[in-house]
């Protein structure tokens, strides 16, 4: 049987008092669903404490791979810092080029000409501006993420250049002239070149060299099945060292805390992780090797079910494992589970049965509509007789998650 297309996660997790995910004011995040106010944690807070997680499931502590690197700074720290014993005005004018042409569009003479003109502007910033002046010139617009084998192939592209040219502006010339080559095509052979995360959650498309690498791991924002409860925190702090006729405390605040029982989903294009993982073409997928992918959905199964993200983990210890999981796989597109919770669960006990019942009751609608067209897995502390009866069988976290993996590794 062949491997499936794709994988889906659903979650139900529960956090008491917590600031899980906070808006730019300092309010916990939320968003109106089904005419309802709900708590929410955005899909890029989930992504980036599974991405930093210290534990021993971490992507980077897998054989093989390394990690992204998102960044203004890498050309400069990464690349122009492996030059400092070449001439560095020259470094500086190759570095400077490498960065334009890997960020910007360069597929018109329009777009060259811009690319020309802003690399003597930049380079012209370098040499005669001050510091500040400097190091903008040296750093990208915006936040870009690169992996630790493409920064290296780029320091090393870099020298090679370098031992040939005579002139920062000759530099530029053969920078461009190695771009228009085989640059983009260099840097794609590269086995997970951009780097672990970014093969998984792909990155920001800034020019035609990185416009690759697009997301495998596809995460929804977790909402609450019910309504938002929110509460303003008074909180203080007393000055151990103030002296005896002063009164009152040191300092005084509020901080936003909520509660609530939060539905996640996860997909995982399968296809595309193995591209992404083995440089491999898309519609090469079901030949290339996949055991390293199978190795990123099983530690993905347990970062998504342990990891807690959090604000205010020293005042509120938001830690929390989920309380249900639901995996399926199949080759129909994915489909969210959420208008399962479109009217709010309002029951004031038994929030998680109800929660896992309107799951079962919502997927049978769905399978009675559409058919049915996926194999189906739950791992659950208590799970209810109809979610289990919509799934094929109930595992351990263990379990399920080596589950996910043979699924990917069938022929």
Not at 166 to 179: G, I, K, L, Y
Not at 278 to 287: A, H, I, R, S, Y
Not at 297 to 317: E, N
Request: proline fraction near 4%.
């Amino acid at each position: 049987m062949p491997p499936p297309r794709f994988l889906q996660l659903h979650t139900l997790t529960s956090y008491p008092s917590t600031l899980l995910n906070r808006d730019d004011v300092g309010f916990a995040k939320r968003i109106p669903f089904g005419g309802v106010e709900r708590g929410r944690i955005s899909s890029q807070c989930l992504k980036r404490h599974w991405r930093e997680a210290d534990s021993d499931q971490q992507f980077r502590r897998m054989q093989g791979v390394e990690r992204s690197i998102p960044s203004r700074r890498g050309f400069e720290r990464e690349v122009l810092a492996a030059l400092v014993d070449l001439d560095p005005h020259k470094a500086v004018g190759v570095v400077i080029a490498l960065k334009l042409f890997m960020t910007m569009p360069s597929t018109t003479k329009l777009q060259r000409k811009k690319i020309g003109t802003a690399w003597r502007e930049q380079f012209d910033a370098f040499v005669n501006g001050d510091d500040e002046a400097k190091e903008q010139s040296l750093r990208t617009d915006q936040v870009i993420t690169l992996g630790a084998p493409e920064l290296r192939y780029l320091s090393t592209l870099a020298r090679e250049i370098l031992s040939r040219v005579s002139s920062p502006n000759e530099a530029f010339d053969t920078v461009a002239a190695r771009c228009d080559a085989n640059l983009a095509k260099n840097l794609a052979a590269l086995r997970v070149g951009a780097g672990i995360e970014a093969a998984l959650f792909g990155r920001m498309v800034t020019g035609d060299v990185l416009a690759r690498c697009d997301a495998a791991v596809h995460v929804a924002h977790a909402f609450t099945v019910h309504a938002g409860t929110f509460e303003t925190d008074y909180f203080s702090a007393v000055d151990d060292l103030q002296s005896r006729e002063e009164t009152g405390s040191g300092h005084i605040n509020t901080s936003e805390l909520t509660t609530g029982l939060y539905y996640g989903y996860v997909v995982v294009d399968l296809p595309l992780l193995v591209s992404n993982l083995e440089g491999c073409p898309l519609e090469q997928w079901k030949t290339a090797d996949r055991s390293l992918a199978g190795e990123v959905v099983r530690r993905l199964f347990y970062l998504v079910a342990t990891i807690t993200p959090g604000a205010k983990k020293g005042a509120t210890a938001p830690y929390a494992t989920a309380l249900a999981l639901l995996a399926e796989t199949g080759d129909a597109q994915p489909r969210t589970l959420a208008n399962a919770f479109l009217d709010a669960v309002n029951g004031k006990a038994g929030l998680l049965p109800i929660a896992q019942s309107r799951l079962a009751s919502h997927l049978r609608g769905l399978d009675e509509m559409y058919g049915r067209s996926t194999k189906r897995r739950v791992a659950a502390v208590d799970p209810t007789d109809d979610l289990l009866a919509a799934a094929d069988g109930r595992l351990p976290l263990t379990e399920l998650a080596q589950w996910a993996a043979r699924e990917l590794s069938a022929t």
